[in-house]
Nanobody, 121 residues
Framework: QLQLVESGGGLVQSGGSLRLSCAAS????????MSWYRQAPGKQRELVAT???????NYADSVKGRCTISSDNAKKTVYLQMNSLKPKDTAVYYC???????????????WGQGTQVTVSS
């Protein structure tokens, strides 16, 4: 069993900040990379940011300069610091992890349950 548990979502005014966290637990041998996705009402889920086990990062153009993804490998936790939030950032934010499991060949993707971020104007 592997779980991703997100926290840190909420309601914030435009221009405000939020920090999302996602902790992975279970029989994990190695985390290859972790990502944050978001899905706004009526829209497809989109990639926000990714961080690899080697701390390389990648961001969607829409959040570059406003968001920072980081990870604590020892805690198996990924963070998303979001600043200068805009109403268009309103969405459910999902954590995703690509991991190698103990005793299982291959790498697998897992999703968290999502956390709501609402930015009011």
């Amino acid at each position: 069993q592997l779980q991703l548990v997100e926290s840190g979502g909420g309601l914030v005014q435009s221009g405000g900040s939020l920090r999302l966290s996602c902790a992975a637990s279970g029989s994990i041998r190695e985390i290859n990379y972790m990502s944050w996705y978001r899905q706004a009402p009526g829209k497809q889920r989109e990639l926000v940011a990714t961080v690899t086990s080697g701390a390389r990062t990648n961001y969607a153009d829409s959040v570059k300069g406003r968001c920072t993804i980081s990870s604590d490998n020892a805690k198996k936790t990924v963070y998303l610091q979001m600043n200068s939030l805009k109403p268009k950032d309103t969405a459910v934010y999902y954590c995703n992890a690509n991991v190698a499991r103990v005793g299982i060949i291959g790498n697998y993707n897992y999703w968290g349950q999502g956390t709501q971020v609402t930015v009011s104007s």
